[in-house]
């Protein structure tokens, strides 16, 4: 066994160290890069540039005139509910309305003749809030908007026909002045 030993203590040695040789990292020396050769151009004497004028101010773009000329907001019978026409009417209305927030307006509410006159009130008061909620919700200040009920006391058209009656299911705007 000892006999053993020895040899193969020996290649073991020796594979070690053989081993240890590859293992070194080999330095990687960078060639230099030849010089490129540049042609000498002359040298301008450059002028400085003039200063910019300064820029003048924009002129402010023409704030368009609101148009206050509304169309009556329409409802169904015995309801305080929107027609679905009236919903591109009010919004018209919401964007005009913008356009100068410090016009206020009253919202008159109006019915028909059908029904009692107290139930024709609360309906024309109905309406009128309606319209301010819908307004409202469009971004107009609620301050700038008052409500009246009329009832059926201030007709439009004759209440003879349903058409008539129809008309007179509305609100109105008044700007205040």
């Known amino acids: 066994m000892k006999i053993l030993k020895n040899p193969l203590l020996l290649v073991l040695i020796g594979l070690l160290s053989v081993s240890l040789q590859a293992c070194k990292t080999k330095k990687a020396v960078a060639k230099p890069t030849p010089p490129v050769e540049t042609k000498a151009e002359p040298v301008e004497e450059k002028q400085p540039a003039p200063a910019p004028e300064p820029e003048k101010p924009a002129p402010p773009a023409p704030v368009e005139k609101p148009n206050f000329e509304f169309r009556n907001v329409q409802f169904e019978f015995d309801s305080g509910v929107l027609k679905t026409a009236s919903f591109e009417i009010l919004d018209q209305v919401a964007r005009e309305m913008k ?15 059908e029904g009692s006159a107290e139930h024709n009130m609360s309906l024309s008061v109905d309406r009128a809030n309606s319209v301010k909620s819908y307004l409202v919700n469009a ?17 439009k058209t004759s209440n003879s026909t349903e058409e008539g009656r129809a008309v007179n299911r509305r609100v109105e705007f008044e700007m205040v002045k």
């Open 99 to 113: 356009k100068d927030p410090t016009v206020k307006f009253i919202l008159n509410g109006h019915s028909s003749i």
């Open 139 to 155: 971004g107009i200040n609620a301050s700038n908007l008052t409500i009246k009920g009329f009832g059926a006391t201030q007709p």
